[in-house]
């Protein structure tokens, strides 16, 4: 740790081997101010692979601040070479520079020596056997939570269309109905029938994708549709937690979990089960990416979930004689993405093949049209750049095993 120059005034201690240093004219309760505006920021850039973020982790070494509002922070990842290392840079400095009165941002990006090592499994070892919830989704499983700031904008049918796209490439795809009462993955899969146990857990419905599979829980499997409206909102989080905690999620290389509309209880449960949870915001051509933009920045503050890109859908019709309409407007999804600062994954054309595929319980996506075209390349950019298997990746990977380990029998 590098001593705070005399001038400077050490105003936080973040955590051990880390301190907020303010040098300002401002008063101490105006520099604490400013302090604990940046660490509480930085707590929102997490490490997806260890599910903790990289202040709580002890990666976060230093933060100074200038009477400028100039900023130079200090980070230790586990090792230099962290594919990761890209991800956390940006999140850190977009986190940091959305801080108000802060100008520009230094950023130093180091490694952490062998005791702050030592520390961090420690912490991450306490989070795994704390861990609020015991899962079967493996470690490696990418989590992505597909949201939106409002209802109707194609959720579920990118949901399931995205996962038939992710299992045509060979992967076992997890699907999580968290539309509680409004579900419909279950028609738009032409799935039906009750769930069966398996040891006293859920054993989620398969379906087989070319050489890849589905496996599939909702509410819709438990309950008439009538039945689930009566439990609205009481068992809401309790119902997610069970499709989390007491289902066979055995073997999923991702997880996809459609959301309810809106911003609320769900994805803050969500934040507390499965932190390491990534949304992928949904939006329409003509939303104003501003309204949008606030609401879905807001619900993934609130939650500490990481935005990881916006899907537009609903986006230009091109009709049979090659003419292109764009019917909704265009361009709410490139907007909102760089409001975000994240990227633009796809835009997927408004096509009534996508409801009437939806309608017949087969996603467009297992066909090689124009719209299943789009749905893979935006599988291909996830499996391959936003979001790939973390046992490729390799830069904390190797440490999950003890984690796995140190969370003991409740993991099983
Ligand atoms: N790209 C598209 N082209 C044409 N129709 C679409 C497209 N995407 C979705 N739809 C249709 O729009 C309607 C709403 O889609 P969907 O149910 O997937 O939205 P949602 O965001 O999940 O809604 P809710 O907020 O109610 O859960 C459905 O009838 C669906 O078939
Ligand atoms: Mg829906």
Known sequence: MRRAPQNWAATNMIDPGSVVTVKTDATPEERADLAAAITERLRSVMDPELGADIVTLGMLNEVLVDDDGAAVVTVALTTPSCPLRAQIDKDVRGAVLSVEGITTIDLRIGQLD????????????????????ATSIPPRARILGISSGKGGVGKSSVTVNLAVSLARRGLRVGILDADIW???????????GALEARESK??????TVGSGELLVLSMGFLAGEDQAVMWRGLILNRAVQQFIEDAHWDGIDYLLIDLPP??????????????RTELLIVTTPPEAAQKVASR????????????????????????????????????????????????LLGEIPLDPDVASGGDAGVPIAGTDGEVGAVFNAIAER????IAPLLDASGCTARLLEVLEEAAGPARS
Do not use: W
Request: aromatic letters at 4%; charged letters at 20%.
């Open 114 to 133: 062998p005791d702050a090592k030592a520390r961090l499994m420690d912490t991450a070892r306490r989070l795994a056997q704390e861990g609020a919830t």
């Open 382 to 385: 996830i499996a391959t750049d």
């Open 296 to 343: 879905a920045a807001d619900m993934a503050r609130r939650g500490n979930l990481r935005v990881a890109g916006v899907i537009e859908n609903m986006s230009a019709f091109t009709c049979e004689h090659g003419e292109t309409y764009a019917l909704f407007g265009s361009g709410g999804g490139s907007r909102l993405a760089a409001h975000l600062g994240v990227p």
């Open 202 to 207: 859920m054993v989620p419905k398969r379906l």
């Open 182 to 192: 409004g579900f419909s993955i279950p028609r738009l899969l032409g799935l039906d």
């Open 262 to 275: 809106g911003t609320g209880d769900v994805q803050m449960g969500l934040a507390r089960m499965l932190p």
